[in-house]
T-cell receptor
């Protein structure tokens, strides 16, 4: 059975204090690993797709990396507007369903 | 603008009163799905559709129905809602081509009393 575990559950950072969020996964044949951002009361917003170990993608202050067992979302010099819940999901080769982790709630204070 | 539109955004109803939540996408995506999001449980898939007239159960299908008569629309039907279906619901769509990231609607907050 596919499993996705995100850590930490919650993270509080000072503005400018870089850190990383972790997503550990098990899946029988990975089609893709996805990162989403979710603001309170809103739908998840797509950030990145990673397809194979060693792949990296960047967008502004965010960088996602992938190994065979986990993915990291690195946040460099975060700003208060980066505060949100970050969700990781895996998609198996057998279908198109997304199996989500429970998310990391990030708070960046000025 | 590419988008997934859900209606209504908020709904309070009584136990047993049938309701439908609509979902429409304008990206010509083949794959559509419904998720519910509950505190501590994360997002869980209810039903999905691979294309018109092709639907299947997700992880938590009990108490829900869906239909896919047109490619753009994928309504979620609760024939006899119960309080344990109080939740935040999201519709999502994705392509089955090279880029399979899902696009989500804004959500429907349902309360069943």
């Amino acid at each position: 059975e596919d499993q996705v575990t995100q850590s930490p559950e919650a993270l509080r950072l000072q503005e400018g204090e870089s850190s990383s969020l972790n997503c550990s996964y098990t899946v029988s044949g990975l089609r893709g690993l996805f990162w989403y951002r979710q603001d309170p009361g809103k739908g998840p917003e797509f950030l990145f797709t990673l397809y194979s170990a060693g792949e990296e993608k960047e967008k502004e202050r965010l960088k996602a990396t992938l190994t065979k067992k986990e993915s990291f979302l690195h946040i460099t010099a975060p700003k208060p507007e980066d505060s949100a819940t970050y969700l990781c999901a895996v998609q198996a080769n057998s279908g198109y369903a997304l199996n989500f982790g429970k998310g990391t709630s990030l708070l960046v204070t000025p | 603008e590419a988008q997934v539109t859900q209606n209504p955004r908020y709904l309070i109803t009584v136990t047993g009163k049938k309701l439908t939540v609509t979902c429409s996408q304008n990206m010509n995506h083949e794959y559509m799905s419904w998720y519910r999001q509950d505190p501590g449980l994360g997002l869980r898939q209810i039903y999905y559709s691979m294309n018109v007239e092709v639907t299947d159960k997700g992880d938590v299908p009990e108490g829900y129905k869906v239909s896919r008569k047109e490619k753009r629309n994928f309504p979620l039907i609760l024939e006899s809602p119960s309080p344990n279906q109080t939740s935040l619901y999201f519709c999502a769509s994705s392509s089955q081509g090279a880029d399979t990231e899902a696009f989500f609607g804004q959500g429907t907050r349902l309360t069943v009393v």
